[in-house]
């Protein structure tokens, strides 16, 4: 076993793909339908450096692989959440300030019951704040501000396995009440509807008192006469045969509004106007609403674009929506010109595996040195986000932007998705085999179980505080609540659970991005005055 355990040790890089492929192999093992998915590659890789200590082996995976691995994942979710992330986070400011009285709270419950019933350190119990909240960088102010980093360490090892579990645990008990989600994207359809009313609104008139966007993609004047993409100043006459396209409720409230539903079907009918899915892999494209490509279409083909598919949701194709590369446009124009559209558009399924490395480096280069930055704290000292920080922010803005000039800032969504697991279970097998070491060296001491009791405290405090106030207070669906509880936690392993339990639902990426940077900065704030009471 000792030979094994060195060859290990040894074979850093041999052993964290070793601990991926095994952890990954078990995280697919589903008990009652629950699997813990990348989770269990951070599981096993405590195990396998605790099964080192306890045989006097050190086995680790050097830290700048992991701190790699941290800063692709968290470009990524970054980058992939920007497009929505700020008109969220307008709406989020009330769950982001709960967040932060909550983790006040829990240091506050910290220091009592740390101090006044356990008798520790204050350097033990900022390190088991960090712990029980699975964040480094916190853990590094906590040392610092206490000067005393090593009794911070003991801490932050014993609780943090809890930590992980814990608000999994939460964010399970969350995913099961994704059913009742109010939040779940409407699916969109189409409906051939023939107009009864005589009074000849405009199209735009009768858009305009739809509860949420539609669209008109066809009409025809008559049984037989010609199909055209009608504009908002088209006035509907009574018989006239159009196809709406939007969500389900909203079909049936214009459907009402203008007519009924006909058997004739518009789409049928390709003479004249046909319609095509095409993949955007034009980098010229990205970054433009659906309006300005609109525009460009109606011009150019008199054609225009009904829904987007991202990843695997239809939307409707308003005209503020930000296409992206790798988008699956349905496009409605002239069947004569769908060709030369495909063209326009790029069409091609080579761009989706592009990973953009120029957005890629400038982006990862950037975040780093803004996590770098040292910020004065009030009393003394100062902090810095961390590189993980830094990196998601410039991540969100880049994806948000989409485009600078020529440069394309935003990544496919299939390229995001790829480079945030990579990076996620690289990070992992480093971050296990490191806490599985110091977890070894804190078992040794007496009081590991107060400062376990300790750490469950503060992380049921985040847990179950954030679950009752975001679904109680704000109405918060389950499946987006599952992304807080990891972004709040700042811990990939919880993300990566709740992805694998929603398939990946954006969702859960949107509310994970959306409080962890405010999440990051509280902790280290946090702990770094907890550590210097």
Not at 25 to 44: E, N, R, T
Not at 241 to 268: F, I, K, Q, Y
Request: proline share 4%; no cysteine.
């Amino acid at each position: 076993m000792n030979s094994l355990l060195q060859f290990l040790a040894d074979q850093p890089l041999m052993t964290a793909f070793l601990i991926i492929g095994i952890g990954m192999a078990l995280g697919h093992i589903k008990i009652k339908g629950v699997g813990l998915g990348a989770a269990a590659v951070l599981f096993l890789a405590i195990a396998v450096a605790a099964l080192g200590q306890a045989n006097g082996i050190v086995i680790e995976i050097p830290h700048l692989i992991g701190s790699m691995g941290l800063v692709l994942f968290a470009f990524a979710i970054g980058n992939n959440a920007g497009g929505t992330f700020f008109q969220s986070l307008r709406q989020a400011t009330g769950p982001i300030v709960t967040m932060v009285v909550l983790f006040i709270l829990a240091a506050v419950a910290a220091y009592f019951v740390g101090v006044y019933v356990f008798d520790m350190d204050t350097a033990l119990i900022a390190g088991t704040f960090a712990g029980a909240l699975t964040n480094t960088p916190a853990l590094a102010a906590a040392g610092e501000s206490s000067g005393d980093p090593g009794t911070a360490t003991v801490g932050y090892a014993v609780a943090y396995l809890f930590g992980v579990i814990g608000m999994i645990i939460a964010a399970n008990a969350a995913l099961r009440k994704s059913a009742g989600d109010t939040d779940t994207p409407s699916p969109v359809r189409h409906e051939n509807v023939r107009v009864d009313r005589d009074d000849m609104p405009t199209v735009g008139e009768v858009m305009a008192e739809a509860s949420t966007p539609i669209e008109f993609s066809r009409i025809r004047r008559g049984e037989e006469g010609p199909i055209w993409i009608p504009d908002a100043s088209e006035k509907l006459h009574k018989g006239d045969l159009v196809t709406l396209v939007g969500e389900d409720a909203t079909v049936d409230e214009v459907t009402n509004l203008v007519g009924h539903p006909s058997s004739h079907s518009l789409r049928s009918d390709r003479r004249l106007l046909d319609f095509r899915r095409i993949t955007v892999s034009e980098p010229k494209m990205v970054g433009k609403t659906i309006g300005e490509l609109d525009a460009v279409l109606a011009e150019r083909w008199g054609a225009k674009i009904s829904r987007v598919r991202r990843g695997d949701q239809d939307m409707l194709a308003i005209p503020n929506i930000m296409v992206e590369m790798g988008d699956r446009v349905r496009v409605v124009g002239p069947t004569t010109k769908l060709k030369e559209i495909s063209s326009w558009l790029g069409d091609s399924s080579k761009g989706l595996t592009d990973i953009n490395p120029i957005a890629l480096g400038l982006g990862l280069g950037l975040g780093i040195m803004l996590g770098s930055i040292k910020i004065p704290v009030p009393g003394g000292g100062d902090f810095s986000l961390g590189a993980a920080a830094g990196v998601l922010i410039v991540g969100i803005v880049m994806g948000r932007l989409g485009r600078v000039g020529n440069v394309v800032t935003a990544l496919p969504k299939t390229a995001n998705l790829v480079i945030s697991e990579l990076g996620l279970l690289v990070f992992l097998a480093q971050a296990g085999t490191n806490a599985g070491g110091q977890i070894g060296e804190a078992f040794t001491s007496g009081a590991w179980w107060q400062i376990l009791i300790l750490g469950v405290i503060i992380t049921m405090i985040m847990a179950a505080g954030l679950y009752f106030a975001m679904r109680g207070i704000f109405k918060m669906g389950g499946t987006k609540l599952s992304g807080v509880l990891a972004g709040s936690q700042t811990q990939p392993a919880v993300l990566a659970f709740a992805n694998g339990r929603s398939g990946s639902d954006p969702r859960v990426a949107l509310g994970y991005a959306l409080v962890y940077p405010v999440a990051m900065v509280t902790k280290i704030l946090v702990a770094h005055v907890l550590g210097g009471l």
